[in-house]
C-alpha cells in the first residue's frame, strides 16, 4: 500500500543552522504532498504542501519540492530557530481522501 | 472561526468504560477523520466521513465506532475500553478531501 518514510530524529541542530529532513514516499498514484508540524502539546498544523510534480511548497522559510524522479520531498529551512523545535510529520494523500503519514521527525534547536 | 474543536482536553478511565469523544468544525468542510498517535507510530487512521451521515473503517477501526449526524460533527465512541487504547486521539477535517486541518487532540488514558 501506499507508505511514507521520514528519517527517523531527533534531529539536533544549533541556532541558525541549516535543516533538511528527509521524506520518501511511495510513487502509487499523483499524490498531493504535505509537511505538518506539531508543536508540543497541540495538534498538527498545516506547514506546506506542493500538488504537482517539481512543485516547490514553502512557509515560514521552510520549503520542499516534489521530485517525483527521486520520489521524495525533503523538507528544508536555511537557518533554524529554537522556536522551530517540534515534530515534523511528512504525508502524502491517498485515493480514498486519506493521508498517509511517516513516523514523524523530532527537531531540537538549541541557542 | 474556532477551526476544528475537540471535547474533552484529557480523559482517564477505567478497562471496560465506556465514553465517547466530541469533534467540532465550523468551516463547513465535508471530509471529517479521527486518527489515533501513539510514540513511535505516527498518526493512524481510526475511522472517516465523507459527509454527513457517512462513515468508514480506517486503518485501525477496531474497538471504535463514529456516528457523523450532523455535518459540524464527528464523534468517536470506545464501548469498552481497554488498555492498549491509551493514546493522544485527533481529529481533522477538510473541504475536499485532500488538506486536512487538525484539532488540538485529546489525551486519554485507560487504566
Known amino acids: 500500500g501506499d507508505s511514507v518514510t521520514q528519517m527517523e530524529g531527533p534531529v539536533t541542530l544549533s541556532e541558525e543552522a541549516f535543516l533538511t529532513i528527509n521524506c520518501t514516499y511511495t510513487?502509487?498514484?499523483?499524490?498531493?504532498l504535505f509537511w505538518y508540524v506539531q508543536y508540543p502539546g497541540e495538534g498538527l498544523q498545516l506547514l506546506l504542501k506542493a500538488t504537482k510534480a517539481d512543485d516547490k511548497g514553502s512557509n515560514k522559510g521552510f520549503e520542499a519540492t516534489y521530485r517525483k524522479e527521486t520520489t521524495s520531498f525533503h523538507l528544508e529551512k536555511g537557518s533554524v530557530q529554537v522556536s522551530d523545535s517540534a515534530v515534523y510529520f511528512c504525508?502524502?494523500?491517498?485515493?480514498?481522501?486519506?493521508?498517509?503519514f511517516g513516523g514523524g521527525t523530532r527537531l531540537m534547536v538549541k541557542p | 472561526n474556532a477551526g476544528v474543536t475537540q471535547t474533552p482536553k484529557f480523559r482517564v478511565l477505567k478497562t471496560g468504560q465506556s465514553m465517547t469523544l466530541l469533534c467540532a468544525q465550523d468551516m463547513n468542510h465535508e471530509y471529517m477523520y479521527w486518527y489515533r498517535q501513539d510514540p513511535g507510530m505516527g498518526l493512524r487512521l481510526i475511522h472517516y466521513s465523507v459527509g454527513e451521515g457517512t462513515t468508514a473503517k480506517g486503518e485501525v477501526p477496531d474497538g471504535y465506532n463514529v456516528s457523523r449526524l450532523k455535518k459540524q460533527n464527528f464523534l468517536l465512541g470506545l464501548e469498552s475500553a481497554a488498555p492498549s487504547q491509551t493514546s493522544v486521539y485527533f481529529c481533522?477535517?477538510?473541504?475536499?478531501?485532500?488538506?486536512?486541518?487538525f484539532g488540538p487532540g485529546t489525551r486519554l488514558l485507560v487504566l
Open positions: 504525508a502524502r494523500n491517498n485515493a480514498g481522501n486519506m493521508l498517509t
Open positions: 510513487a502509487t498514484g499523483y499524490p498531493s
Open positions: 481533522a477535517s477538510s473541504y475536499e478531501g485532500i488538506t486536512q486541518y
